[in-house]
């Protein structure tokens, strides 16, 4: 995308999509009684180098520690006179190369990076092989034998739908509803990476987390996919399994309505699997 050199005014409402590996932070979120940064912090304060002056950010879904991002979203409404461009480049320039920007756009004031948006789409990546990587670690999830996909489908399909989760959310999740409605889920492996690849309108504290590794118990054997299905509808968190790594988790796409013409986030990097 070409970043526009046009100065906008003080005040206009901005989005942007962010990359960042979540390993090094704290989660997304800031919070002011932690030592270790956290993304939104960084964000922040690089914006805030380039205006001058504070710049707050709303993201589209917040990430835990260990989460990456590929496709998040956030907006800002710009303290000062700035272009796109300027945003940008500036921003990157003081972020860490961990963390970065890929585009900042103008939009409308009644764009919403979180209430706006229509879906978030999440992939988690599980490496089979005997030996654990050395130069992925904490970029992947790591199983040493070989998961079977077939019945990890029949549970994944089983999610579909709007239906209470309450079996996947964690016990300290704040949601005033457990109602969630999931689009699309699918195993796939490629090579030695098993992908579950997941798309709702929302996600619970760590419901992703919980799903996948309750999948990784069925792949493994370990359980069967009618247990996923009773685990499911039975709507208790201690009957699932347990908790999937963050490492394997990536926020990789968040879709908003056409009306926003926000520029098209690509299908992922080629690090790991072909595609994220």
């Not at 003081?94 to 963390?99: E, S």
């Not at 019945?151 to 005033?176: H, I, K, T, W, Y």
């Not at 996919?225 to 908790?243: C, M, N, P, S």
Request: charged share 20%.
């Amino acid at each position: 995308m070409r970043l526009s050199d046009e100065l906008l005014p003080t005040g206009q409402r901005l989005a942007a999509r962010v990359e960042y590996h979540g390993g090094h932070y704290h989660g997304w979120q800031a919070q002011t009684h932690l030592s270790v940064a956290t993304v939104q912090e960084e964000v922040e304060s690089a914006l805030g180098t380039v205006a001058g002056t504070s710049v707050r950010i709303v993201c589209a879904g917040r990430t835990d520690t260990g989460v990456h991002g590929f496709g998040q979203i956030i907006h800002f409404d710009a303290p000062v006179q700035r272009s796109p461009k300027a945003w940008c480049i500036g921003a990157n320039r003081y972020l860490p190369a961990d963390v970065r920007l890929h585009w900042v756009t103008p939009v409308g004031a009644e764009f919403h990076a979180r209430f706006s948006a229509l879906s978030r789409r999440y992939r988690y990546l599980v490496l089979m092989t005997p030996i654990r990587s050395a130069l992925i670690e904490g970029l992947v999830c790591w199983s040493r034998q070989a998961l079977n996909l077939e019945p990890m489908n029949v549970a994944a399909s089983a999610l579909l739908g709007e239906q209470d989760f309450s079996a996947f959310r964690a016990a300290g999740c704040q949601s005033a509803t457990a109602i969630r409605e999931v689009k699309h889920c699918v195993v796939e492996r490629m090579g030695d990476y098993v992908v579950i690849d997941i798309t709702a309108n929302a996600f619970l504290h760590h419901m992703v987390r919980n799903i996948a590794g309750s999948l990784l118990a069925v792949g493994s054997g370990r359980c069967s996919a009618e247990w996923f299905v009773q685990t499911l509808h039975g709507r208790d968190r201690k009957v699932a399994a347990e908790t999937a790594p963050a490492a394997g988790l990536y926020l990789v796409r968040v879709a908003y309505p056409a009306i926003f013409n926000l520029p098209e986030t690509p299908d992922g990097p080629t690090l790991l699997t072909g595609r994220l």
